[in-house]
């Protein structure tokens, strides 16, 4: 672990463990299904308490995140992965092509899409935007069987507007229109109606030429709007 990682990580704890709040931790844990342990800090105090550790302190390099990021993702209470996917997204300027590989190990460790939606439509999104090669792991991603690298290549463009690269975005929906999972087919209509903020027209003819591939969910997401 780098220096400033390490001080990062006793400062945050320190920070966090001071607002525990054990009472409100037990409804977090239960509103994620149980899988993880919280300390019951809600996001406007975690936020708060995060600045408050970063106080001062230099702007992290390349190196910095990943120690910091892998250190969160250590911890076993959900709130050090929540900051970690902030902390990314606020810095992810400094990271080379090469850190998709740290966001990857991410995404498909402790999964879920409070972490995984952060880091596919801030961190990937900007990666991908700095290092537009990388646009070929988004091809890839969509296509593996992990759901949480599939989720992601269909959201990363979530935020880009009339930058969209539609011919990906429409290729990925129907190359995974059938996939069985919800946090997928979720995905792809959540991907559409976005992007129906920009184009409504593009949508709905994609959603006319494709509805019996796409599954009741993603149409209604898609068209919840149109």
């Given at each position: 672990?780098?220096?400033?990682?390490?001080?990062?990580?006793?400062?945050?704890?320190?920070?966090?463990?001071?607002?525990?709040?054990?009472?409100?931790?037990?409804?977090?844990?239960?509103?994620?299904?149980?899988?993880?342990?919280?300390?019951?800090?809600?996001?406007?105090?975690?936020?708060?308490?995060?600045?408050?550790?970063?106080?001062?302190?230099?702007?992290?390099?390349?190196?910095?995140?990943?120690?910091?990021?892998?250190?969160?993702?250590?911890r076993p209470e959900r709130e050090f992965q929540q900051f970690a996917c902030d902390h990314l997204a606020a810095h992810v300027r400094v990271a080379g092509p090469d850190f998709l590989g740290t966001v990857a190990e991410l995404i498909t460790t402790k999964s879920w899409w409070d972490t995984v939606d952060p880091l596919a439509t801030h961190v990937?999104?900007?990666?991908?935007?700095?290092?537009?090669?990388?646009?070929?792991?988004?091809?890839?991603?969509?296509?593996?069987?992990?759901?949480?690298?599939?989720?992601?290549?269909?959201?990363?463009?979530?935020?880009?507007?009339?930058?969209?690269?539609?011919?990906?975005?429409?290729?990925?929906?129907?190359?995974?229109?059938?996939?069985?999972?919800?946090?997928?087919?979720?995905?792809?209509?959540?991907?559409?109606?976005?992007?129906?903020?920009?184009?409504?027209?593009?949508?709905?003819?994609?959603?006319?030429?494709?509805?019996?591939?796409?599954?009741?969910?993603?149409?209604?997401?898609?068209?919840?709007?149109?």
């Open positions: 672990m780098s220096e400033l990682a390490g001080i990062v990580m006793e400062r945050l704890t320190s920070e966090f463990e001071a607002a525990r709040d054990p009472g409100r931790a037990t409804g977090m844990a239960a509103y994620m299904r149980d899988q993880f342990p919280f300390l019951g800090l809600p996001s406007p105090i975690r936020r708060a308490r995060a600045r408050a550790a970063l106080a001062g302190l230099p702007a992290p390099d390349s190196d910095d995140l990943r120690a910091i990021a892998l250190a969160c993702w250590s990937v999104a900007g990666l991908v935007t700095r290092h537009p090669l990388l646009t070929e792991r988004m091809d890839e991603w969509s296509r593996v069987d992990n759901m949480w690298l599939v989720r992601t290549a269909i959201l990363h463009q979530l935020h880009y507007g009339e930058l969209t690269d539609t011919s990906r975005l429409f290729g990925y929906c129907v190359a995974q229109a059938g996939h069985p999972d919800f946090f997928v087919r979720k995905a792809i209509g959540w991907a559409l109606r976005q992007y129906a903020r920009t184009d409504p027209d593009a949508v709905r003819t994609f959603v006319a030429a494709h509805r019996e591939q796409l599954s009741p969910l993603s149409v209604r997401e898609a068209m919840k709007h149109l």
